[in-house]
C-alpha cells in the first residue's frame, strides 16, 4: 500500500473511533478494535495518540437535564454596550452555573448563551444576572417549547467517497 493510501486508512480508522467513543466512551479497546477490524492494543495505541493530539478532550457521562430537575432550555441573545465590543464576557458568563453554553458570534447580537433552569422564576434569576453583567447593553431571550434533538456526535465520514474530514 502506497504512504498515502495508508494514511488515508489510518485517518478513517481513526474516524471510526472518534464515532464509536462519541456513541459509547465506555467501550473497552478490545470492543472499539473488534469493531473496526484492528486488535485491543492497537485500537489503545490509536486512542492514546488521538488523546496526546488533543482530538480526544476528555469522557463523560450525558446526563438528562429533566431527570435532576433542569427542564427549562433557553437561549439568551446578548448585545454589549456600545463602544465595549473589545470587551471578553466569557470569564463573566462562567461563573453563572445555568449557563450550559457560551458562543461568541457574528451578527446583531455578540454573544448566545444556552440556560437551563429549573422553572420560570428560576430562569429570570438567571437572566437577571446575565443582564447586570458588566458590558451587556440588551438581551433577548427564546424559551425552547421541546428539543428534537442534541449533543449529536460529530459526523466525521463522507457518506458519498469515506474520505474522512478529521
Known amino acids: ?19 464509536i467513543l462519541q456513541r459509547d466512551g465506555r467501550r473497552t479497546y478490545a470492543q472499539v478494535g473488534a469493531q473496526i477490524g484492528i486488535s485491543g492494543p492497537s485500537a489503545h495505541e490509536r486512542i492514546k ?7 480526544i478532550t476528555g469522557y ?13 432550555v433557553a437561549f439568551t441573545w446578548i448585545t454589549m454596550a456600545p463602544g465595549t465590543a473589545a470587551a471578553d ?30 422553572n ?13 453583567t458588566q458590558h451587556v447593553f440588551t438581551t433577548e431571550t427564546d424559551v425552547v417549547f421541546s428539543t428534537a434533538f ?6 466525521l465520514v463522507r ?5 474522512e474530514k478529521a
Do not use: W
Open 60 to 72: 463523560g457521562a450525558r446526563v438528562d437535564p429533566d431527570a435532576v430537575g433542569y427542564g427549562v
Open 89 to 118: 464576557l466569557t470569564a463573566d458568563f462562567a461563573t453563572i452555573p445555568e449557563i450550559e453554553e457560551c458562543h461568541h458570534i457574528a451578527g446583531q447580537a455578540d454573544y448566545i448563551l444556552k440556560i437551563r433552569a429549573r
Open 120 to 132: 420560570n422564576l428560576d430562569l429570570e434569576r438567571v437572566i437577571r444576572k446575565v443582564q447586570s
Open 1 to 19: 500500500m502506497s504512504e498515502r493510501g495508508e494514511r488515508d486508512r489510518s485517518g478513517q480508522l481513526d474516524s471510526r473511533i472518534l464515532e
Open 49 to 55: 495518540k488521538l488523546e496526546a493530539r488533543g482530538v
Open 150 to 155: 442534541e449533543g449529536r456526535p460529530l459526523h
Open 159 to 163: 457518506e458519498t467517497d469515506g474520505t
